[in-house]
């Protein structure tokens, strides 16, 4: 992506300011079941417009296009999957993550990305009610939705990071749980694991199906509501709060610690989940620019670094914590002591 | 952009999916004046704000944001502009092309990507009238004006490849002018050479005010219209095709390349810019990738490879066709023999 040494190039210019193509071809390549199609046996551009009822010339444009994104490659005029490409974007992989779109490209996001220039004027999202994170946004039931094929690995991760025995009893709280996948990930780790899930009521019925599926139910309860204003109840071994502080400020966010301090039991420890910068907030590039995403959808959420982390626990009275990588995710965990 | 080997990663897809910001603040940063503001040395987020008229912590995010993409680069908190940005970016550089988002980023192009899959099944642009190229469109005034400083370097480097002594009397027709900075780049290069813009009226405006800046308006003159309807006249030495036949069928192109053909004077030569991409569709990968700019806002065009471009000047009656690089530009010169 960058210009040959001494010589000096647009180039740079022109490809990010079409980048947007880029998110539109991958859109319209999963609405068209593309990946799915290849994964099927189809390999020709003719064979691949046919399955998708598309035109050739389209599909032939299209394809070239996603070996040129690194989605696809290309042997004469058969296309096939990479690894990558098979696995999450042919819609009968289990891992498939083609449903993230619905979220992660709904209008509800991407239009927080128009006139950006107002958002940098102000400093937060430009949309209605503090953007994404305006009460009962219906926004949460696509993102349970669609994201938790994303969330699965990472859950898992979390869940043996957090719980490697497996083998005491764990009474856990699954702040603005989503899709539920990181609480269900310690209930299926840990028979002996119990899960309180919190969450708007709409959501958490994208929830309690995925306890039901995980055979979970009877360990599984919910609390409908805002983290901000339910009762947590107490007693808590583990408080879960995954993708959820880069919402707001440190402020806001001190405040949601205290109140999980208390609720948490003598020895129990906040699990934090999130996009953390290095302290240069350029680094590594994909945690670090998830800020962008923050400053377009919230009012005034962040990627914030471990530092800022480690502050705003302390200040709510935690002991100390610790910071953890998570590969393959581009995600960390901060595990904070009561 | 591509995942560890052998570690299945949903990385890329979240990376495309999410490009779309790339753009959208790229694009906000030119609105701003980021560059220039940087320029002028300004380099904490709270000077660049100041002189922005926007937030600290917006700037901020959008400053990192710009690291990570690679128009600037940091030090502590200090940001600086890459020798890229700076003669591109900074408003106060002469090869400023900030300008370009007008058309390049404009809704008359943008939105000829939303609903691509719908592009995809037609084949074609699903804009009204062929997209970009309807008479008249008025995105071609945005484009000669907006265009010209990305253009101004290919310019001359076309004009000494084709005209390279100099010292001969040159009649040169620039078909679909635009800015007309191919011509005029002729002209300035050798004072024998004499130039005709054709392109619609509008248009041609932008091509005047560049021949009066370059002074050479006495050998300088139009033709407004269509180039498919115009009369051409006889008697060229070069037929300017300057990123013109991509927007049209191979048909078409032969069509008009045997009006071409007739205008040039025995021994004369078409000239041809384009993006051509090898046999493989999908490589060069810039030059590749736009054919999805053609199938997203024209009805028929694509990116041609050379035997492509070889065979519709063959038709056309021209007795051979040589490709040319064109560094560091990622366009390429077909020189086609009367």
Redesign the interface.
């Given at each position: 992506?960058?210009?040959?040494a001494q010589?000096?190039?647009?180039?740079?210019?022109?490809?990010?300011?079409?980048?947007?193509?880029?998110?539109?071809?991958?859109?319209?390549a999963i609405?068209?079941e593309v990946f799915t199609a290849i994964g099927e046996g189809n390999s020709t551009a003719a064979d691949i417009a046919k399955r998708c009822?598309?035109?050739?010339?389209?599909?032939?444009?299209?394809c070239?296009?996603l070996?040129?994104?690194?989605?696809l490659t290309?042997d004469g005029d058969r296309y096939s999957l990479t690894?990558?490409s098979a696995?999450?974007?042919d819609s009968r992989s289990p891992?498939y993550?083609g449903g993230?779109?619905e979220f992660?490209?709904s209008s509800d996001l991407?239009d927080a990305?128009?006139n950006?220039?107002d958002?940098?004027?102000?400093?937060?999202t430009t949309r209605p009610d503090g953007g994404t994170v305006a009460p009962e946004n219906p926004i949460w039931v696509k993102f349970a939705r669609g994201m938790a094929p994303?969330m699965a690995l990472p859950a898992q991760l979390v869940a043996k990071l957090v719980d490697p025995s497996a083998d005491k009893k764990l009474k856990i709280l699954d702040v603005a749980a989503g899709h539920g996948l990181y609480g269900l990930a310690f209930a299926k780790n840990n028979p002996q694991a119990s899960v309180v899930a919190l969450d708007w009521p709409r959501v958490l019925d994208v929830a309690r199906e995925n306890a039901a599926n995980a055979g979970v139910t009877d360990r599984y309860s919910t609390i409908e509501g805002s983290a901000f204003e339910a009762d947590f109840g107490t007693g808590y071994d583990v408080i879960l709060l995954t993708n959820f502080l880069h919402h707001f400020d440190p402020p806001t966010n001190e405040t949601l610690l205290r109140k999980v301090h208390a609720a948490l039991a003598d020895g129990g420890r906040a699990v934090t989940l999130e996009f953390v910068p290095n302290e240069?907030?350029?680094s590594p590039?994909?945690a670090?620019?998830f800020?962008?995403?923050?400053?377009?959808s919230t009012t005034?959420g962040?990627a914030y670094t471990f530092p800022e982390l480690d502050r705003m626990f302390a200040n709510a009275g935690f002991s100390h914590s610790e910071l953890h990588q998570l590969?393959?995710t581009?995600e960390q965990v901060v595990i904070s002591q009561k």
């Open positions: 992506m960058t210009s040959p010589q000096p190039s647009p180039q740079l210019f022109f490809q990010t300011i079409n980048a947007y193509q880029r998110s539109e071809a991958l859109k319209a609405e068209l009822n598309a035109s050739e010339r389209g599909i032939r444009i299209l070239d296009f070996c040129i994104m690194g989605f290309k690894p990558d696995m999450f974007l891992a993550l993230a779109i992660i490209a991407t990305f128009k950006f220039a958002a940098v004027r102000k400093g937060g994303m240069d907030r350029i590039p994909d670090a620019a800020s962008v995403m923050m400053l377009g005034s962040d590969p393959p581009i």
